[in-house]
């Protein structure tokens, strides 16, 4: 590990000390805060990891090579730059992009409702699989339940999560059933943990005020899936406020 790196591993430690926190602590904080704390957390370690990886390219004595590189620069200014593709995007970005495409399920959507969930019942990257949620709870937080065509759209949506098995597999995954594939960089854990958060906010969403759907939640393993998950926390009480609104009646 170069100089530049060493530099950077106990930032990249810190933060993943400070989800950690965050994590032990969501019973005390409000959903929403918790979700944009980590966030912001993710921002964070997403952004140190790049300083670390980029110090990570170069020896310690490097440093003397950086003016014949900038030489070389002029000379690659013609080549074309890759075409960015969602690989390179990281969770932030992705779901951003997402956000973007699906236009809350409207008609010209490049990405449609089955697109998300397939990526939700299919995919086998956290990151992947957490953007998708968190673009269905962003949704579904800008539909207006009293206007008709939003009401409409969102009964239409919780249909189909139950119908195409998207309600089943969140629940799974807060089991600990669904198994992901390393992302190489390390941060399957952290995308793991926002996806639970992510997760928690659908159920919220989707079931508050909705005594029917909250019965169609348990009945496709929801409160199961947010048991389970309690028990295996250390505090075991970031899922409680979850698991209150889905024993409601």
């Keep these: 590990m170069t100089a530049s790196g060493r530099a950077m591993q106990p930032v990249l430690d810190a933060i993943k000390e400070l989800q950690s926190i965050l994590d032990d602590a969501k019973e005390s904080i409000d959903g929403g805060l918790h979700l944009r704390l980590c966030t912001a957390t993710m921002t964070a370690y997403e952004r140190a990891e790049a300083l670390s990886a980029a110090g990570e390219g170069r020896s310690d004595n490097e440093e003397e090579g950086?003016?014949?590189m900038e030489m070389m620069t002029d000379e690659e200014s013609d080549e074309e730059p890759r075409e960015r593709t969602e690989d390179d995007m990281e969770l932030?970005?992705?779901?951003?992009?997402?956000?973007?495409q699906f236009d809350f399920g409207r008609p010209r959507a490049v990405l449609p409702l089955e697109g998300l969930i397939e990526?939700?019942?299919?995919?086998?990257?956290?990151?992947?699989?957490?953007?998708?949620?968190?673009v269905l709870n962003?949704?579904?937080h800008c539909s207006k339940p009293d206007?008709?065509?939003?009401a409409e759209r969102i009964l239409q949506w919780k249909e189909a999560l139950v119908e195409q098995g998207a309600i089943k597999e969140c629940a799974e995954i807060l089991q600990g059933d669904r198994e992901f594939c390393d992302d190489g960089e390390g941060d399957c854990w952290m995308h793991y943990s926002i996806l639970?958060?992510?997760?928690f906010e659908l159920f919220t969403?989707?079931?508050?005020g909705d005594a029917l759907f909250r019965t169609k939640l348990r009945r496709h393993g929801a409160l199961k899936g947010v048991e389970e998950h309690v028990k295996r926390?250390?505090?075991g009480a970031a899922g409680l406020p979850v698991l209150k609104m889905l024993r409601q009646r």
């Design 92 to 100: 932030n970005e992705l779901s951003d992009f997402w956000e973007g």
């Design 205 to 208: 969403r989707l079931g508050e």
């Design 233 to 235: 926390q250390p505090l």
């Design 147 to 150: 206007d008709p065509e939003d």
């Design 138 to 140: 962003r949704a579904l």
């Design 119 to 134: 990526i939700i019942t299919m995919d086998s990257e956290a990151k992947r699989v957490c953007a998708a949620v968190r």
């Design 196 to 199: 639970c958060s992510e997760i």
């Design 66 to 68: 950086e003016e014949e």
